[in-house]
Every structure is written in structure tokens, then in C-alpha cells.
């Protein structure tokens, strides 16, 4: 799936950390001479040209402070939810340790009407409802006994699924620990949650430059090809 989406005023993009420093490279030599500002939680990077890129920290007052504390590994909780399918785990280093993966049926949407359309989305809402509470039993079973031993929780997939998840109160200090982004996965199946672990390591970095749009653009913000 793609590792960059739209954000208001621009894009992120999923860097891992060892290419972040590569990575403001060359950010600097598109845009023009940079100025750095590092703050307890956020780089905050402004180019020449006005165009700007800002990351989350885990410590450090310095660039190579920041890296080296974003390059430590980390266990990170995972959970990937679609209407119908999830995949929870633990990671650490970008590697699956432990995980639970399920499929429950759930009809698709008909457009016939009557008697019979209202049974059949009462049927579908049952589904749904038992499909979802599978899947927060299993964040119940995997992650909440492993809760003090988590970094952070990295969330996937449907943000109305998830947000169902959110406001069951046996998982309220596991979603305390997720970070805003919301990974985009298809169906959660046991080679997408691998898939997640790795990009879970990744550094998402906003950029907000206003000359610059498009594929062309992403692809060079991703730093592809480097």
C-alpha cells in the first residue's frame, strides 16, 4: 500500500530511520539551505524556499541524538482492523513476535427494497457487530497483557472500525498508547500485519510545500531511487 498520503497543505511520507538523515540530504538540496528547530517531541525543518518538514522525536537535542533514538528498536503493539477481518500483534524491531488473525463473514450492501432488504441489513449488522467485537476480544487477549511492556500502538485499517474498538473500555490504555497516523492496509491478513511491523518502524514526515505537487513530487520526498 502506499506509504504516502495526503495531510491539509500537503503529504506525509514513511521514512525509516536509518535513511532520515540521507533524507534531510535531500530535502536540503531540493529546497535550499534548511534551518533546524528540535524541540522534546518534534524536528521542525524550514527551507530557503519556504518549504517546510516535521517529524516526531523520541528524545535528543540534536540530529544525530534524534536518529540514533528513532534507529533504537522498539515493541509495538499492532492492530489492524477492516469490517470483517483483523490482525493484532506485538513487534519488535519491525518483527511479528505474537499475533491473532481472524476473517468473520459480512455481507455486502444489496439495493433491493422492502421486507426483505431490512432483514438482510439486519443480518449484516449482526455480523458486523459480532465481526468487531472478535476483534477487540483478540487486542483483549494479545495486547493488554503485554500493555507495560509496549512502546506505542500503531493502528491500521477502517478509522470507523477502529474508532468501535477505541470505545470498548477494556482497551482504553491500550489506545492511549496509539499514535495519530492510521496506517493504510488492505485486508488484515498475517503477511499485511508483517508488512505493518516493518513500516511501524518508519518515521512519517509531513511536508508542506506548495511548488511542489503530484507523483513526481512524492516520489521524490520518499526519497526513491536513493
Do not use: Y
Request: charged share 30%; hydrophobic share 40%; proline share 3%.
Amino acid at each position: 500500500m502506499s506509504r504516502v498520503r495526503p495531510v491539509p497543505g500537503g503529504r506525509a511520507v514513511e521514512v525509516e530511520p536509518e535513511r532520515v538523515e540521507g533524507w534531510i540530504r535531500r530535502f536540503a538540496d531540493r529546497h535550499g539551505a534548511i534551518e533546524t528547530r528540535i524541540d522534546d517531541t518534534v524536528v521542525g525543518i524550514t527551507a530557503a524556499d519556504g518549504a517546510t518538514a516535521t517529524f516526531r522525536t523520541r528524545g535528543g537535542t540534536s540530529i544525530e541524538e534524534v536518529i540514533e533514538a528513532l534507529i533504537t528498536p522498539r515493541r509495538i503493539g499492532l492492530i489492524l482492523v477492516r469490517l470483517g477481518g483483523h490482525s493484532v500483534g506485538v513487534a519488535f524491531g519491525g518483527k511479528v513476535e505474537v499475533s491473532a488473525t481472524d476473517r468473520k463473514q459480512v455481507h455486502g450492501r444489496i439495493r433491493a427494497g422492502g421486507w426483505s432488504q431490512q432483514r438482510f441489513a439486519r443480518r449484516r449488522e449482526g455480523q458486523a457487530r459480532a465481526a468487531l467485537q472478535a476483534a477487540a476480544d483478540d487486542v483483549f487477549r494479545v495486547l493488554v497483557p503485554r500493555l507495560a511492556q509496549l512502546d506505542g500502538v500503531v493502528l491500521g485499517g477502517d478509522w470507523q472500525a477502529l474508532e468501535v474498538l477505541r470505545n470498548d473500555r477494556r482497551l482504553t490504555d491500550v489506545f492511549r498508547k496509539a499514535e495519530d497516523r492510521v496506517l493504510d492496509v488492505p485486508e488484515p491478513r498475517r503477511a499485511v500485519l508483517d508488512e505493518a511491523a516493518e513500516r511501524a518502524r518508519c518515521v512519517e514526515i509531513v511536508i508542506q510545500d506548495t511548488r511542489a505537487t503530484g507523483a513526481d513530487a512524492d516520489r521524490m520526498d520518499t526519497g526513491e531511487g536513493a
